[in-house]
């Protein structure tokens, strides 16, 4: 079960796909977690009012918004494989090469230190 934010801004897509612009203003309005979304829809709403008799931009205009929001929620990644997971999910990562084989602009300050006979 979701809820929150993730579940306001699954309401108001929803109520963009329906075109039902007052709702999805309703949905966003006066929370600041919300704040970038409601100007998506608020500037759908405002692309509507400017064109009136022309419904078409209006649903276009919708579907932008729609889309700009979806992407606030949906993640990039759609790579579904355990590969790189363990890690993402440990807490230091292991050196890609050995400390002596990295070349001298890639070595950390403290490296070059130890390595400098009588600094």
């Known amino acids: 079960m979701k ?3 993730t579940k306001r801004i699954e309401d108001t897509v929803k109520a963009l ?3 039902q612009l007052k709702k999805a203003l309703y949905l966003t309005e006066n929370n600041e977690k919300l704040k970038r979304h409601h100007q998506f829809v608020e500037e759908a709403a405002r692309t509507c009012l400017a064109s009136k008799d022309n419904k078409e931009v209006c649903k276009v205009a919708m ?3 729609k889309d700009k929001m979806q992407e606030t929620i949906s993640l ?3 790579d579904t494989s355990l590969e790189g997971v363990e890690e993402m999910l440990s807490p230091e990562k292991p050196p890609e ?6 070349p001298a602009a890639e ?5 070059l230190y130890e390595e ?3 600094c």
Not at 97 to 102: R, S, V
């Open 76 to 78: 990039p990644i759609d």
């Open 17 to 19: 796909d329906q075109g």
């Open 107 to 111: 070595k950390t300050d403290e490296e």
């Open 116 to 118: 400098c006979e009588e």
């Open 97 to 102: 090469q050995p400390t002596e084989a990295k």
């Open 3 to 5: 809820g929150g934010i």
């Open 63 to 65: 579907e932008e918004a």
